[in-house]
């Protein structure tokens, strides 16, 4: 009986320290992501101050202050502990690694796409974007599903082709993806990656428009390759 008795706690802080550890390891890279913060941040974001006083001051002062100006606080908890792994997944990231998903999301959904590439120029561009030692067998992963959407409908609908945009712009229209399909919670960690991201853009018209059944499942599956990509995160 009391062998039984002093193992039974054991078993329950078991059974709390996996959602525990995972707020703390979330909101430790979010921190660590925050310090960051005049790194990365698109200029779009800067108050008009920051030009002036944030360069005088020391990089991790900088940011405090700057995420103070710009109301960049805590991730919600429960935002933290989804139970949906994919949804803490991208929060589990630096953002230059994030900003690489996010540019993989928009990648999958055009995966037809990258199956009618012609010419190395096109495919050294797409394998720039995903920029990491795994892009050419990524990108021949993706080329070899082929169960994306059409492409024909989409050009009509105005989506221009991959090969003409900027990493950026490649990055923002995963994030509309990822938005899109309910992966990123409201006020969850990977908000912060938004600011990484022009602040004046809104969703492309021809994906607003487009019907959301359509690789509806596409954001989970690009979750699926992170452990190929970032291992060390996964």
Request: proline residues 6%; neutral net charge.
């Amino acid at each position: 009986m009391e062998r039984t008795m002093s193992t039974a706690p054991s078993r329950m802080h078991e059974g709390l320290d996996t959602p525990v550890r995972r707020i703390a390891q979330v909101l430790a890279r979010f921190e660590a992501n925050r310090r960051d913060l005049l790194a990365w941040i698109d200029r779009s974001w800067l108050p008009a101050w920051a030009e002036r006083l944030v360069p005088g001051l020391r990089r991790e002062e900088g940011a405090r202050a700057l995420a103070h100006a710009i109301g960049l606080g805590l991730p919600r908890l429960d935002a933290c502990t989804a139970d949906d792994p994919a949804t803490g997944s991208l929060a589990m990231l630096s953002v230059e690694q994030a900003l690489t998903m996010l540019r993989v999301r928009s990648l999958w959904f055009r995966r037809n796409e990258l199956r009618r590439l012609v010419g190395r120029v096109s495919r050294d561009h797409c394998a720039q974007l995903v920029g990491t030692r795994g892009a050419v067998g990524l990108l021949r992963q993706m080329q070899a599903v082929t169960d994306g959407p059409q492409i024909e409908p989409l050009r009509r609908a105005g989506m221009p082709a991959v090969d003409t945009l900027t990493a950026l712009a490649v990055a923002w229209e995963g994030w509309c993806l990822f938005r899109r399909d309910g992966v990123l919670p409201v006020d969850g960690p990977a908000d912060l990656v938004r600011l990484a991201l022009p602040r004046e853009w809104s969703e492309p018209d021809w994906l607003a428009g487009l019907d959301r059944t359509i690789d509806a499942d596409g954001s989970v599956r690009t979750l699926e390759l992170l452990p190929h990509l970032f291992p060390e995160r996964s």
